[in-house]
Nanobody, 119 residues
Framework: QVQLVESGGGFVQPGGSLRLSCAASGNIFVTYAMGWYRQAPGKPRELVAGLTSGGTTTYADSVKGRFAISSDSAKNTVYLRMDSLKPEDTAVYYC?????????????WGQGTQVIVSS
């Protein structure tokens, strides 16, 4: 059974920084991509940043230059460094992984971690 466990969310003032972590555990054979999505109240879930196994990164326009995604493949962990945070970054952040375990290749989701940016 594959699990994604996020950590690092919390409350921060505008202009501050946070680092989110997401560790994937279980019988993982191949990880194709990992990423972060977020969902603010009353809004649809949106891609924040993605990282493929080949090192290709994708960012939402709203976070380019402020957020950075990275990974430690040996630990099956993906990170999201968030700098210059704005109130509009407030949301529940979800980790996402496209991987193959004993089950066929599929997408897995974490339980989410809350980020609140407010003065």
């Amino acid at each position: 059974q594959v699990q994604l466990v996020e950590s690092g969310g919390g409350f921060v003032q505008p202009g501050g920084s946070l680092r989110l972590s997401c560790a994937a555990s279980g019988n993982i054979f191949v990880t194709y991509a990992m990423g972060w999505y977020r969902q603010a109240p009353g809004k649809p879930r949106e891609l924040v940043a993605g990282l493929t196994s080949g090192g290709t990164t994708t960012y939402a326009d709203s976070v380019k230059g402020r957020f950075a995604i990275s990974s430690d493949s040996a630990k099956n962990t993906v990170y999201l460094r968030m700098d210059s945070l704005k109130p509009e970054d407030t949301a529940v952040y979800y980790c996402n992984a496209d991987l193959q375990s004993f089950s066929p290749r599929r997408t897995y989701w974490g339980q989410g971690t809350q980020v609140i940016v407010s003065s």
